[in-house]
């Protein structure tokens, strides 16, 4: 079995990444279903949007198995966790929490606002909720906090 190699996405990985984005959950995990909430999953996983991702200065990361892209994280203004996703048929392996790990060992404190689904991982992580579930463009999120002494 091939390792996974962990580096920073180059440009041209954006179809992968879209590709790993969405196989890594069924899109009504992701969304409500409705047009709205849809539409904006489309967005945040197009090429495009992923493109612009990989030229910021942003923290992102990839992890590949046999040259194919079987997850993905993104940081937004610093240390706001936006963007985090393993390929189903690659869960469950800890590639979460590498990606977690490599890009998080110099911030005092992460957020994120989970997507239901995920909630579950982030307090594995050691994320605890920090507001209250909210909806935003028909897709509900959690915003939770990780702090370096959890």
Not at 28 to 42: C, D, I, K, R
Request: glycine content about 10%.
């Amino acid at each position: 079995m091939n390792t996974i190699i962990y580096r920073p996405p180059a440009l041209g990985d954006e179809y992968q990444i879209s590709g790993c984005m969405w196989a890594s959950a069924l899109l009504w995990e992701l969304t409500n279903g409705t047009p709205e909430s849809v539409a904006e999953w489309q967005q945040i996983c197009h090429p495009e949007e992923l493109r612009g991702r990989i030229l910021s200065s942003e923290k992102t990361l990839v992890a590949t198995w046999n040259g194919i892209v079987v997850g993905f994280i993104a940081f937004k203004r610093g240390n706001h966790l936006s963007l985090l996703f393993v390929r189903r048929e690659f869960s469950g392996q800890g590639i979460g929490r590498e990606l977690f790990t490599r890009c998080t060992h110099d911030f005092n404190e992460v957020t994120v606002n989970s997507a239901d689904a995920a909630v579950g991982f982030y307090q594995k992580v050691g994320f605890i909720q920090s507001g209250d579930r909210f909806k935003k463009n028909g897709v509900w999120g959690t915003p939770m906090r990780w702090l370096t002494n959890n």
